[in-house]
């Protein structure tokens, strides 16, 4: 077999191998230490201030769908954007080649083995282990305030806000440092939920008797008319063949 034929025949089979063999290489390089630690920064609510402090909640106080994001490397960020671009682009081969859950996983996630050794850290700390994402991107736990306190190197007090009690994390928490590059935030420390910040407007209708100004009098006004009649370069300009997207 000459040399390209032999290239060939070695990408055929790469191409076909099970996503398996072409999984993502392990990034825990080290044992998972809570006492060597990296704090995360910024992730205490605005509203847990000292003003607002009712004091640490019980150690048995249950924290239940906690959830330990996991961010990809340099590496399959910079994949993935590449990716995103493909698929919208008409002429690309990965335009609308949409990945499947597992796929992604093997291409953007973190590898198994990295996830089968945060899975049994979380337990080893007193964690059940609820769901763990089909794209390996994170991880859900339940547990108790205590838990998640020496795991996380915080504390949860409650707090007295506008006549509501909420609970939340003291201090920002932190991760083992072998986890640091892997871990991007931990979700469900706090119940504080966004709210809108915009109020609402009430509209205000001012109807007169004499006249009531509707889509046909808006193209009068404004001189639309002409573009319901007339082609421009050979085409009514009449809204058909457009689309309007609704995320």
Not at 101 to 117: I, K
Not at 140 to 145: D, I, L, R, V
Not at 240 to 246: M, P
């Amino acid at each position: 077999m000459t040399k390209p034929k032999r290239c060939l025949a070695l990408w055929t089979i790469f191409a076909a191998a099970s996503p398996a063999l072409l999984a993502q290489p392990s990034r825990i390089a080290a044992r998972i230490d809570n006492d060597q630690s990296v704090v995360l920064v910024g992730r205490v609510h605005r509203q847990a201030t000292a003003k607002n402090d009712a004091g640490p909640v019980e150690n048995s106080f249950p924290l239940s769908a906690m959830t330990l994001t996991l961010k990809p490397s340099a590496a399959q960020l910079a994949d993935l954007n590449q990716l995103l671009l493909a698929q919208q682009d008409s002429a690309s081969p990965n335009y609308r080649q949409w990945l499947t859950p597992e796929q992604y996983a093997d291409r953007f996630g973190v590898s198994a083995g990295d996830l089968t050794r945060i899975t049994a850290w979380l337990e080893s700390q007193g964690f059940s282990v609820d769901y763990v994402a089909r794209g390996r991107n994170y991880v859900t736990f339940s547990g108790t305030a205590q838990q998640a306190g020496n795991s996380f190197h915080t504390q949860i007090h409650r707090y007295n806000v506008n006549g509501e009690t909420h609970y939340a994390n003291a201090t920002v928490p932190s991760v083992p440092a072998a986890l640091a590059g892997l871990v991007s935030g931990v979700r469900g420390l706090d119940n504080f939920r966004l709210k809108p910040r915009v109020k609402k407007v009430q509209p205000q209708v001012i109807l007169s008797r004499q006249t009531l100004v509707g889509p046909t009098d808006f193209a009068a006004i404004y001189d639309v008319k002409p573009l319901y009649t007339e082609a421009v370069n050979g085409t009514l300009i009449n809204g058909a063949g457009q689309k309007i997207a609704i995320v």
